[in-house]
């Protein structure tokens, strides 16, 4: 294979065949017979006091070895940002799946059996369930210490936003919340952990993050870093969910505490309340515009609810409030983001982390916005949509490659083109009269990689062997494919590199102690930050193999990307990202009268990749995430009352399948390259994710009449909707 000709290839995965055999190996997969089973006690309240725990029973029951407590936890407090989260509760739980106890027996139905005889005491405590009521001061506080439910808040304020408003032709409100949604992945969380022969502890399961995996559970357990060691199975998705701790750190404690080799593995019921969703989130809004297009203010109130422990919650609130008011270059501006405990399931990272639900709020209010002022939508946008140079809500200039524009313009091209528009009319002649159909559109933005003065880095290791030209390669790079073919990229880019084929380059990426530290996979930024760094360590290890005699040459390349800052307390003022991905898309509907079900029929999806390192990959990741658009904007509904979830499997908690696909997905990569990704490589992962939901409100609004501002467009949300504006005209 000559060079240039590998990047851009739609080769196949290496880990395919294996994954459609069912050869892959799972986290579940690897419980070897002589393994302790373990089995988790959860709370089942939403706050308590903890009386006391008998475990007499449990552990009288035949074939159990082990009751694990709160006592056995050495060091008992972890998350990915604050340590707010027990691993063992000691005194108080705080939602329904908060962890008391870890029962280790001989087989499964053992462990199972006796977890159910663990007798735990408690006095219930008043508890709060709603972000809002969360933060009058007379609710019951979820964290006593604290002295308030107030997780965290971020005011971003830019200009004057009252100058603002005084110069808007139209002003206009709305009120947006969101609920839940469930990550779903194909495997429930597993894994397996043991002590090997030099004293080390070993856990093997699925995640996103080896090396933050590994710090986290050398804490707790007090251990050096280099003790524990990471190694990551086939992982069957994760999309932000695995980036929390949920059973990785359970395995480690129980094999390091009782010296023998343990696994567990959750059903899904366990896994849908056992780890944290994605917030829920109410956006309160005004915006102003002048009768010739331009937005002059905007001001909204972000309250997100982040359950019972803090997860990255500060985190994405800050993105929910920066991305307030959307991809859109406005002058005068006014956030508040602020988000409360309660004592719900924790919320946490999920595919878009916070930027679709304030895109949904922007979206629906930039077009409703220019139906006032009697602009064509898509022209008002591309008068204020970011462009080069354009300074953001935190008053920096945004980072270059600002491609908002080309990328909504291609989708809006790609859309007439098509004649989807002229085929909806044909149709709406013939459909009977119960159907309605219609086609909305939106734009976003999404940052790639962590923001905010997160110390953003990758690393990796290339070692380059030959007896004249090189001949192979060894790429050591700790990045996790939780699916998304990161694996191939890594390849593909060393190899294009290296002026190799693809099948001479050796990858070592799923064992912390073997693999440097490259960072999550997560952010849409393992293709950009790991792949810049397996880019730059194996130009280095060229030039080194060219310029010595020796015949195997090594380079460790660690790749910081431009920085970041914290935001300012009282203004929000910062840089807060290094890259952003673009994206727009057009959705047409069709909707059912008599039942309020609504089915998204063609979808376009436009993205700026900066480069498409395997054009097959990025097209996947676009279905796939709007497989998961899909059942947000249409469909998942997690139903909890007074904190218990009501939903705990799929034949509740509704995803979407086959059927209910659109009948078309037009999947349209732009690759305007990046000034610093590899080969001009940008995130994507995420994107689609963001403008679907005010898309597909765009649609239904076009169809009917009607604006939706809960989200998910439930049929019984659309009915009553559609029975309201009956009952108005
Ligand atoms: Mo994520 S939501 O950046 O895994």
Redesign the pocket.
Known sequence: MTRASIVGQPLPRHDAIGKVTGAARYPADLIRPGMLHLKTVFAGRAHARIRGIDASAALAHPGVVAVLTAKEVPFNAFGLIDHDQPVLCADVVRFHGDKVAIVAAETEPAAEAAAALVHVEYEDLPAVFDPRTALDPAAPLVHVTRGTNLLFQLPIRKGDVRAGFAAADVILSGTFSTTWQEHAFLQPEAGVAWVDEHDRLIVETAG?WLHEDRKQIAEMLGLEQDQVVIRYAAIGG??????DLSIQHVLGLAAWVLKRPVGMVWSREESIIGHHKRHPIEISCRWGATKTGTITAVEAEVLADGGAYAS?SQE?TKVATLFASGSYAVENISILGRVAYTNNIPS??????GAPQACFASEVMVTRLAHAIGMDPAEFRRQNLYREGDIEPTRNPLPPGVSAVPVFDACMAELSARGWQKALETARQSDPPWIRRGIGYAAGHKNLGYSFGFPEQATATVELWGRGEPEGARLRVGAAD?GQGAHLAMRMIAAETLGLAPDLVELVTDDSSEAPNAG??????LTFMAGRAVHDAAAQALVRYHDSEDRQVTATVQYRPPATTPLAEETGEGIPNYCYGYVAQAVEVEIDLRTGHVRPVRVISAHDVGRAINMQQVEGQVEGCLAQAIGYALMEELKTRDGRILTPGFSTYLLPTAPDMPDEIVPLVLELADPEGPFGARGMA?MPLVPFVPAVAAAIHDATGIWLDRQPFTPERVLAALMASEATN
């Open positions: 996103q994760a999309f932000g969910g695995r980036e990255t994405v946490g990272a999920f595919r878009g982390f939780v999550s996979a997560s952010a849409s930024r995420e």
